[in-house]
């Protein structure tokens, strides 16, 4: 998780805020300028992007919980409003169609998320998936579980507390135990013996053979290159998962086998597709984005269709 960063010293009244430098992958710097209401908060992501949120919404941002909720948010981008005093909610368990016009601001949105620029609890981890994985000599399997930082971490330092653990002169051997023992407690917690398989299963159901799964990432062209990124995303299991067309580079065969894989994602999703069917099939809930508001509704595209439309028959009756 990107380290914090202190907040800036408040600005004289009318004074320009400073554009931050940070790019739209790393966490945002908080602008409290005195032209700002005094309960909004005022974030500029990256050049041309500003994120604006209550004040409030800072309250639950470091909390041990698993939904997010921030209030009054609004995201401009180049001085255009694409959203305007709207609710940001996501819940644990649900799996979110992110729907809207083209040119409304989804992907810029998105981007806005990963990059937790308003209030996000600490304890939800993101993976973004938005391009495709660099061409290197490693294999499609090997970029697909190196993702797993933490869990690489881990095994490698269990094998040195091992090493250690058998050299008789080494001391406190007791310490050393009991690190060892918490060290496989979290690799357990994250199945980690079960990594490879896991991986080869993934990469299998996005259409890649046995042989292909050894093969060099730079010996893929850039559509099979982002499979790659999208298994790696599947794999790593975030508490959010952010997917920006993810049925795109995919054949049949592969998009079926996602549809299913991700009708059973018990985390957060929050996903762009063009896919109606796609939409019908994995998510629980849908967002649309209508005159700069998030609308939510509950239930697949079809019922989203529906209710949309049953509302706008009851406000022209109005």
Known sequence: MPPKKERP???????????????????????????????????LLSEGITVTFSQDSNKIAHRNVRDISVANL?????????????????????????IGRNGCGKS??????????????????????????????????????????????????????NEKMLDDEAEGHDELMDRLTQVYERLDEMDATTAETRASTILSGLGFTPAKQQKKTKEFSGGWRMRIALARALFI????????????????????????????????????????????????NMVNVHKKKLVYYSGNYD???????????????R
Not at 303 to 317: C, D, G, H, P, S
Request: net charge negative; charged share 30%.
């Open 9 to 43: 010293k408040k600005k004289a009244k009318g004074e320009k805020a400073e554009k931050s430098k940070a790019v739209a992958d790393k966490k945002a710097t908080a602008d409290n300028s005195d032209n700002k209401p005094a309960d909004l908060g005022d974030i």
């Open 74 to 98: 609004s995201l401009l981008y180049h001085g255009v409003p694409l959203l305007e005093d709207t609710e940001f909610t996501l819940n644990y368990g649900n799996r979110y169609g992110f």
């Open 108 to 161: 810029v949105f998105m981007r806005t998320v990963a990059a937790r620029c308003f209030p996000i609890p600490d304890g939800i981890d993101i993976f973004h998936l938005k391009e495709e994985i660099e061409a290197t000599d490693m294999t499609a399997k090997e970029a697909v579980m190196s993702v797993d930082v933490e869990r690489t971490t881990l095994e490698r330092e269990a094998e040195d507390l």
């Open 237 to 284: 299991q975030p508490t959010l998962l952010l997917l920006d067309e993810p049925t795109n580079h995919l054949d049949m065969e592969a998009v079926v086998w996602l549809e299913d894989y991700l009708s059973k994602w018990n985390k957060i999703l929050f996903m762009v597709s063009h896919s109606q069917d796609f939409l019908n099939n994995v998510c629980t």
């Open 303 to 317: 019922t989203f269709v529906t209710a949309k439309t049953e509302l706008e028959q009851e406000q022209m009756k």
